[in-house]
């Protein structure tokens, strides 16, 4: 077919007949200004008159008339159940055939065990997360990306509160720094931080529950409370009984973060399974030192 009129090149076929659409249309052009140069009018006047300007008895011509209409039903069809929206498409195909074997895989790995959600994980990092967090997770010590080998601790709910956090996109916005003064020092946090993590969020380390310490901790955490609830779970902030999860890092996935180290996309885009996110999120926890 492209060696039809000698052009090697479809694209060149493509290329002349729309050098020939506009020189014949440059032509159209240039006939029509000069025919209202020297055009005269004819034929019967209607009775209107507006500020003496009359109009000639044209009316429509019953067959455009009918090819216009006929033309936008034909066009709704053909939008809608013609070619368009129907049409077999290589993307189209694509699409099923992914989703068919996401979901053969989200059934076959649906109750994996820790172990090989670890190993699952780590190549998903390799490729997904490395580029920002590194191989090891680090983030260039924290400056290129959040360092995961600390994230998700003990220590580093203290962090956040000390240095503040923002950018998942809760309803609350930010947590600023020390709460912008409502705890004075770090102790303080850290009486809170003990309060949600012994009784609220059991991250690692396990914490055993120290009853002669409850109320005075109970009592710092009282100040999360207003955000994060008593029960930890977050109204408009992140539910932080799932802090050191799977959970925890899905969410973050599923949301992006543009915080004060930089900008995180969202996976929120089908690249990952459900189970490849609880997978990556399993790995990520497992790089805590
Ligand atoms: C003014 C409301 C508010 C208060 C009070 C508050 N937080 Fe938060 N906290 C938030 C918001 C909003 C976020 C989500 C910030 C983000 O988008 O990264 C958050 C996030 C967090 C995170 C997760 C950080 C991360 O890495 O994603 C931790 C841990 C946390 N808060 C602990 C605490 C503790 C402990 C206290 C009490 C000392 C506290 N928060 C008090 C609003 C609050
Ligand atoms: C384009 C770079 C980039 C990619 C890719 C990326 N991250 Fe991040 N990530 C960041 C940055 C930057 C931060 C720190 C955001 C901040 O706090 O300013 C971050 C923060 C995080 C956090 C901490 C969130 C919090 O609430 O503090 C987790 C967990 C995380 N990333 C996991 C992942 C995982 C898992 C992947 C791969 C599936 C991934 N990231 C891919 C840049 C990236």
Redesign the pocket.
């Known amino acids: 077919m492209s060696d039809l009129f000698g052009f090697s090149n479809i694209n060149e076929l493509a290329l002349a007949g729309a050098a020939a659409t506009l020189v014949i249309t440059l032509i159209a052009i240039a006939i029509y200004f000069k025919s209202i140069a020297s055009d005269k009018s004819s034929g019967e006047l209607s009775d209107g008159a507006w500020d003496g300007i009359k109009e000639y008895k044209n009316p429509l011509p019953l067959g455009w008339a009918v090819s216009f209409l006929g033309l936008g039903i034909w066009a709704i069809w053909y939008m809608f159940a013609g070619y368009p929206l129907n049409a077999y498409s290589q993307i189209g195909e694509y699409n099923e055939e992914v989703a068919g074997h996401n979901a053969k895989f989200e059934a076959k790995w649906q109750n994996a065990d820790e172990a090989t959600l670890r190993n699952m994980g780590e190549s998903?990092?390799s490729v997904?997360?490395a580029?920002?967090?590194g191989l090891t997770g680090d983030?260039i010590d924290g400056k290129?990306?959040?360092d995961?080998t600390k994230?998700?601790t003990d220590t580093s709910v203290v962090d956040?509160v000390l240095h503040g956090?923002k950018?998942?996109g809760y309803d609350l916005i930010e947590m600023l720094p020390k709460l912008d003064g409502l705890v004075e020092s770090e102790r303080d946090i850290e009486l809170a931080r003990d309060y949600m993590v012994k009784y609220l969020a059991q991250t690692k380390p396990l914490t055993a529950g120290d009853e002669n310490t409850k109320g005075i901790e109970e009592e710092a955490w009282n100040v999360c409370a207003s955000c994060h609830g008593e029960d930890g779970k977050g109204y408009g902030a992140?539910d932080l009984t799932n802090y050191g999860k799977p959970e925890?890092?899905v969410d973050?996935?599923n949301r992006g973060?543009?915080?004060?180290?930089?900008?995180?996309?969202a996976?929120d885009d089908g690249r990952?399974t459900d189970v490849q996110k609880r997978a990556?999120?399993t790995y990520?926890l497992s790089l805590r030192r």
């Open positions: 998903v990092f997904q997360c580029p920002c967090h983030g290129m990306a959040a995961l994230w998700g956040s956090s950018g998942l992140p925890f890092v973050v996935l973060k543009n915080g004060y180290i930089g900008s995180m996309p996976f990952l990556v999120g990520v």
